[in-house]
């Protein structure tokens, strides 16, 4: 079993509307997790880092937490072309991250 | 505070050579993870080093290998390429430690391409 596992999607939506990531994740000790964004021949670029359940607000991104269901998920209001990208969840356990194969986002203008 | 430096940040070598890359993490941050990625594939972890010493490792050939200095910076080693070793190798730093604080950020990646 994977440690975090992610929907390849592609997932498409059009410009203005709400894009929705979902993360899952195995181990019930990891203690951080993580959105990252990486754009085509571009290296990861971290977006948001999340260790307490709920919400997490930054801009238009929110990261949401629910360690009961090993759950973490990102959304991204009023999404703009710009953040068509591959988006890729990890997870802290221990000393060591742990990565997902990322969910490839189109938003269509 | 400058970021992860990769050098070099593009390689091409023909099936047989080694390659040496190099990552210079942000000042401060003893960890250092390497991370392979292919076309249609996600990060596939090579291996960390924390005050010079390799803590975790992946699944990959002993044809890759790592070390680390003294001052964080760290190498990576490919022996008797393949051309299946062609892809983006990204260098990754953080602090090292395991609170919730802990936080890895990514260089620019070196792009090798082996004919």
């Known amino acids: 079993q994977k440690e975090v596992e992610q929907n390849s999607g592609p997932l498409s939506v059009p410009e203005g509307a709400i894009a929705s990531l979902n993360c899952t994740y195995s181990d019930r000790v990891s203690q951080s997790f993580f959105w990252y964004r990486q754009y085509s021949g571009k290296s990861p670029e971290l977006i948001m880092s999340i260790y307490s359940n709920g919400d997490k607000e930054d801009g238009r991104f929110t990261a949401q937490l629910n360690k009961a269901s090993q759950y973490v998920s990102l959304l991204i209001r009023d999404s703009q072309p710009s953040d068509s990208a591959t988006y890729l969840c990890?997870?802290?356990?221990?000393?060591?991250?742990?990565f997902g194969t990322g969910t490839s986002l189109t938003v269509i203008p | 505070k400058a970021g992860v430096t990769q050098t070099p940040r593009y390689l091409i070598k023909t099936r047989g050579q080694q390659v040496t890359l190099s990552c210079s993490p942000i000042?401060?941050?003893?960890?250092v993870s390497w991370y392979q990625q292919t076309p249609g594939q996600g990060l596939q972890f090579l291996f960390e080093?924390?005050?010079?010493?390799?803590?975790n490792k992946g699944n990959f050939p002993g044809r890759f290998s790592g070390r680390q200095f003294s001052n964080s910076r760290s190498e990576m080693n490919v022996s008797t390429l393949e051309l299946g070793d062609s892809a983006l190798y990204l260098c990754?730093?953080?602090?090292?430690?395991?609170?919730?604080?802990?936080?890895?950020?990514f260089g620019p990646g070196t792009r090798l391409l082996v004919l």
């Open positions: 990754a730093s953080s602090l090292g430690g395991a609170g919730v604080q802990e936080t890895q950020y």
């Open positions: 990890a997870a802290l356990t221990g000393n060591q991250f742990y």
């Open positions: 000042s401060g941050h003893r960890s």
């Open positions: 080093y924390f005050s010079e010493t390799q803590r």
